[in-house]
């Protein structure tokens, strides 16, 4: 398998993009355009190329042990998981911002650095954000999905998510409070597989990179 390039793939929308783009710079997977297989690994033999579906949270975790050379997943995912890995592209897709989003009375309690409660998907980017960057003492309760529930069921007072078309804020009656940081889809590479697969790795780098602009 060394003679191949392994790509780990962010399961779902990300994954529809990234194979547009991955056709536009001449890599193809017949295979995975079938949404009704269950199979989770696909081979092109001719350009010696495997590509594998994941949950978002595990393509670092298989970019970094090696399972595979690339991954391609949110810069937000990267910035929670913090692994070992190089992050080589930003690809322009996924757009979306992460946020502090509350009902609007919660901007008080943001204001005055009030020990507030905050839930969220990303407890490590909310870490960051309410001890290291505000310097506001919080409790962070780590949810795994349905984060907007958090604010209206009293479970917290606000909640650090990505906010895409601001649609599930507005209709659970919540706003954005503070801003944390932009976000997009990234390419990510091994550290080994850079040194060991340096030319094909590039190779599919510059490629990608020629579609993008
Ligand atoms: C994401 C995110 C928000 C929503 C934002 O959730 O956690 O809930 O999308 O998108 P919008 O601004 O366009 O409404 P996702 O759909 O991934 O589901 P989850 O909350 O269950 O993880």
Redesign the pocket.
């Known amino acids: 398998m060394n003679d191949y390039i392994t790509i780990a793939l962010t399961k779902?929308r990300l994954a529809d993009q990234t194979m547009k783009l991955l056709g536009e710079a001449g890599y193809y997977c017949e295979e995975l355009k079938d949404k009704s297989s269950r199979k989770l690994i696909f081979v092109n033999e001719e350009q010696k190329l495997r590509f594998f579906l994941a949950k978002g949270p595990d393509v670092p975790t298989y970019v970094e042990y090696g399972a595979a050379d690339i991954g391609v997943v949110g810069s937000d995912i990267i910035m929670e998981e913090n692994r070992r890995v190089y992050e080589v592209l930003d690809l322009g897709f996924g757009k979306?911002r992460m946020c502090v989003c509350g009902p609007e009375e919660a901007r008080e309690l943001l204001r005055h650095h009030e020990m507030i409660r905050v839930t969220s998907?990303y407890p490590n980017i909310a870490r960051e954000h309410f001890y290291n960057r505000k310097h506001q003492t919080v409790e962070i309760i780590k949810l795994?999905?349905?984060?907007?529930l958090g604010p209206i069921v009293d479970l917290g007072d606000v909640i650090v998510?990505?906010?895409?078309?601001?649609?599930?804020?507005?209709?659970n009656g919540l706003a954005v409070l503070e801003e944390v940081c932009p976000v997009s889809a990234r390419m990510i590479v091994n550290q080994v597989s850079m040194q060991m697969k340096t030319r094909r790795i590039r190779e599919i780098m510059a490629n990608v990179r020629d579609c993008l602009e």
């Open positions: 779902g979306c998907k795994n999905g349905s984060v907007e998510d990505i906010v895409e078309t601001g649609s599930t804020l507005r209709e």
